[in-house]
């Protein structure tokens, strides 16, 4: 049950796992609209590959796990207007 909720993303060789209602947090993205239909997914190895920098995908899925309504003093997110 909780294995069909999770979703593994493999971005530059680092694979990263997060849950699909995390991903659907943002709407209208492509993290939000991910099928096992698109070239990108893997059915052998269960997972979506993505030809970008790791480092910096790390930082877009913090910002997805983030509530988009924290406020954290010294926060970078928090500088910017929702």
Same mark, same amino acid.
């Given at each position: 049950? $909780?294995?069909?909720?999770?979703?593994?993303?493999?971005?530059?060789?680092?694979?990263?796992?997060? @849950?699909?209602?995390?991903?659907?947090?943002?709407? =209208?993205?492509? #993290?939000?609209? #991910?099928?096992?239909? #698109?070239?990108?997914?893997?059915?052998?190895?269960?997972?979506?590959?993505? $030809?970008?920098?790791?480092?910096?995908? =790390?930082?877009? #899925?913090?910002?997805?796990?983030?509530?988009?309504?924290?406020?954290?003093?010294? $926060?970078?997110? =928090?500088? @910017?207007?929702?």
């Amino acid at each position: 049950m $909780d294995g069909e909720n999770r979703i593994i993303l493999n971005v530059g060789g680092i694979r990263y796992e997060t @849950y699909k209602a995390t991903l659907k947090k943002i709407p =209208a993205t492509r #993290l939000s609209r #991910l099928t096992e239909a #698109l070239a990108n997914y893997d059915p052998v190895l269960n997972e979506y590959f993505f $030809d970008r920098h790791p480092g910096v995908f =790390a930082q877009i #899925l913090n910002y997805y796990r983030r509530n988009m309504n924290e406020k954290v003093e010294n $926060d970078q997110w =928090a500088k @910017y207007p929702e």
